[in-house]
Each structure stands twice: as C-alpha cells, then as structure tokens.
C-alpha cells in the first residue's frame, strides 16, 4: 500500500467529537452516528433509541446503507461511498453475515434501489488514504467499517501482539464488521485518530498501513461514509498521542 499523500495536505490535527460507548454488540454503526451529531440531534437519538430503530426496520443489525439513511433522517449532510451497490452473494457464506443476510436482503437493497429518489448520496468508488485524510482536515469525520479483528491501537497497543504475530506466521483473520470514526491523523507518524465505540473515552491511533488493512479487507465492501459537519472543528496541529498513554488499556 502506497502512503504517498497530496503536498496540500497538512501535518495533522485532530476533531475533538464527544466520544459514547455503544451498549449492544451490534450498535456500534449507530453510536458512530451519535458520536457525528450535534448535542441536540444525539440527545434526541438517544431517547428515542428504540422507536428510531423500529421505524427504520432495523432488527438488531444495521448496514452501511441503513446508517446512510439514518444521517439523512437527522439532515446530517453526508456521502456513502462502497465498491458494492447491494449484498454480494458470497456473503452469505461467512459466517458473520449467514445469519443476518436472509432476514436483512430485502430491506438493504431496496434501500440502495431508492436511494437516488431519498436523497442519499451512494457513490461507487473505493477511498484512498489521500482523500480520507483530507476531508478530515477540510470537511468533517469519517465513518468507516472495518474488520474489528484487524484494528490495532498505537497509542493503548490493544491488538497489537496479534498483529505481530500474524506477521510473523501468517493466517487467516476471520471478519467481524465493526464501525469506527476517525478523527484526525498525525502525517508524520503516518497515524490516523480514530473512535472506537466499543471502548471506554479515548482516542485511539492506527498506523497508515493497518488501517487500510482493516477498511479494505474482505466483507468491508470498502465502506465509508464522509461527514461534513462544520459544528466540529478540525484543530491543527493538535494530537492525542501523548495524552492518552496513560489510559486504562482494558475494558
């Protein structure tokens, strides 16, 4: 993987979001939006958690495309961007999504068909780096599925050890889809900042290469969705990194 990135880039700095811990195993799609919101969109979120949900057809799984909707409902101006418009096939196989495809299909592809009459954004296209970290620094946050199992924190080392194991004697890493919001990004660490719902308050940073590793893996689709929100501004220079290595790393 190339970490080549555009000149007019800066060095780095971060988007201080209000971080919030998901409460199920399969929410953390949802907790990303809250963690995107403004206080009174996440607070109303929050309180009306079930209905929402209900009235959005979710069945305790959400889609990419399920969260695209759902920014759209909270006029959170955004732009899904996936190198598959639907559910490919294959998928039914794994055994992360052998459970959820049969029930969930219907709703998540309809939703892709209706999306352009919606007005939800879907582009077809794959995200480089580059483009991640500049609309970081220019536009808003960016939500992102990952294979949770591949994420790797630089600053709490969570994950690491398996990481460099795998280096070390290769395997196959089964897929859990898990989505997180990435922050910031420090250029000459080549690190991005990012949220994970699944722990408690932190920042956590991933090296340029392990993220790719994680958001491109296969039964990703590629998936993110890019914020553009102007109430979270993005501080220049700020960093994460040293503030955090004091943290409790176990949760």
């Known amino acids: 993987m190339s970490t080549r990135t555009n000149s007019k880039i800066c060095t780095g700095g971060v988007r201080t979001l209000k971080h919030q811990r998901q409460r199920f195993n399969w929410d953390c799609g949802l907790t990303c939006i809250m963690m995107v919101m403004p206080q009174e969109k996440r607070q109303h979120f929050q309180e009306n958690f079930k209905l929402i949900c209900s009235e959005e057809g979710f069945n305790k799984s959400t889609w990419t495309i399920d969260l695209a909707y759902l920014l759209k409902k909270f006029e959170l101006e955004h732009v899904f961007c996936t190198i598959t418009l639907g559910i490919q096939p294959a998928y039914g196989s794994q055994p992360f999504y052998a459970k959820v495809i049969q029930k969930d299909e219907a709703r998540v592809l309809d939703r892709f068909v209706s999306a352009e009459s919606s007005g939800v954004c879907v582009q077809k296209r794959?995200?480089?780096?580059?483009?991640?970290?500049?609309?970081?620094?220019?536009?808003?946050?960016?939500?992102?599925?990952?294979?949770?199992?591949?994420?790797?924190?630089?600053?709490?080392?969570?994950?690491?050890?398996?990481?460099?194991?795998?280096?070390?004697?290769?395997?196959?890493?089964?897929?859990?889809?898990?989505?997180?919001?990435?922050?910031?990004?420090?250029?000459?660490?080549?690190?991005?900042?990012?949220?994970?719902?699944?722990?408690?308050?932190?920042?956590?940073?991933?090296?340029?290469?392990?993220?790719?590793?994680?958001?491109?893996?296969?039964?990703?689709?590629?998936?993110?969705?890019?914020?553009?929100?102007?109430?979270?501004?993005?501080v220049h220079g700020a960093s994460p990194f040293v503030s955090n290595n004091s943290q409790n790393t176990s949760d």
């Not at 994420?151 to 080392?157: A, F, G």
């Not at 070390?168 to 919001?181: A, D, E, N, R």
């Not at 910031?184 to 090296?207: K, M, T, W």
């Open 126 to 234: 794959s995200l480089p780096l580059e483009e991640l970290l500049s609309h970081l620094e220019q536009h808003g946050p960016v939500i992102v599925l990952t294979n949770g199992n591949l994420l790797q924190c630089e600053i709490c080392k969570i994950n690491k050890l398996t990481s460099e194991l795998r280096a070390c004697l290769p395997w196959p890493s089964s897929y859990s889809g898990h989505y997180i919001v990435l922050c910031g990004f420090d250029l000459p660490r080549q690190l991005v900042f990012y949220h994970n719902p699944s722990y408690s308050e932190r920042v956590c940073a991933i090296h340029f290469t392990n993220l790719d590793e994680a958001r491109f893996g296969y039964g990703t689709d590629e998936d993110a969705i890019l914020i553009f929100n102007s109430h979270i501004g993005f």
